[in-house]
């Protein structure tokens, strides 16, 4: 089959054509889920090393040259290095990531000191670089921008830098890493999905992303200008009150 292209949105439920992609060029079509075929994955997610086990028997389940990534919260087990020989001895690899402190706590169990895994250690994102992971991903989810940052400008990055200082500290960051940037951004298409299901298939609202739907509470300039006007209106009220006689 032809590639079609990405994802960018899924309408509300009953929607005729819930999946709206876009294409290669750039245009954008609405498909039913039966028309659409996933690519196989490249790279696995794992939620824990047992998920390459079959539940009934045992066994392991890992395919030939696989790769398979999991991240690491804790320490492991002996059956967890068990698990990790049996998918090398298949030809596959697992790539596991965490915190300084847990790979060095986990590089004592046995499958490590028998097989020495290669090491790559990568510095802490900065908030310009979640910033960016999160244009990126704005711009191949087919959405114009965020706020007043169009894709492909250096606005939109700095727009995006703004919120992501604004919400989240290193510490976060340093825990999250690289994880932090789609989290984030699917939970602003998330909050943009239920902020626009009841405006039009065509609408410029559905693909643009709002400060609002990072979870940043911000004014728009017509908002500003009106808050302006109320508080001069507010102040007017309140010249000529009291006289030079009154008590401060």
Wanted: proline share 5%; glycine share 8%.
């Amino acid at each position: 089959k032809n590639d079609l292209g990405v994802v960018a949105e899924e309408l509300p439920p009953g929607t005729n054509k819930p999946f709206r992609v876009q294409g290669p060029s750039g245009r954008f079509g609405n498909y039913k889920e039966e028309e659409l075929v996933a690519e196989p994955e490249l790279l696995v997610t794992l939620g824990a090393l047992s998920e390459l086990l079959d539940p009934k028997t045992g066994k392991l389940r890992a395919t030939e040259r696989s790769c398979y990534y999991y991240r690491m919260t804790g320490g492991l087990s002996e059956a967890d290095a068990t698990i990790l020989e049996a998918v090398l001895d298949v030809e596959s690899v697992v790539i596991m990531a965490g915190s300084p402190e847990i790979v060095d706590a986990n590089l004592q169990l046995s499958a490590f000191r028998r097989r020495q895994p290669d090491r790559l250690d990568l510095p802490t994102l900065t908030h310009t670089d979640v910033a960016r992971l999160i244009a990126v991903e704005v711009e191949k989810r087919g959405y114009e921008g965020v706020g007043e940052g169009d894709v492909g400008t250096s606005q939109l990055v700095t727009v995006l830098e703004h919120i992501v200082r604004q919400r989240f500290d290193e510490q976060l960051i340093r825990e999250k890493n690289g994880h932090l940037a789609r989290d984030v951004l699917d939970l602003a298409i998330s909050r943009k999905n239920d902020r626009t299901w009841g405006e039009t298939l065509d609408s410029k609202e559905r693909f643009r992303l709002t400060p609002t739907d990072f979870g940043l509470d911000v004014l728009t300039a017509d908002q500003r200008e009106r808050r302006l006007q109320e508080v001069e209106a507010e102040v007017a009220t309140l010249i000529g009150w009291g006289s030079a006689d009154d008590p401060p």
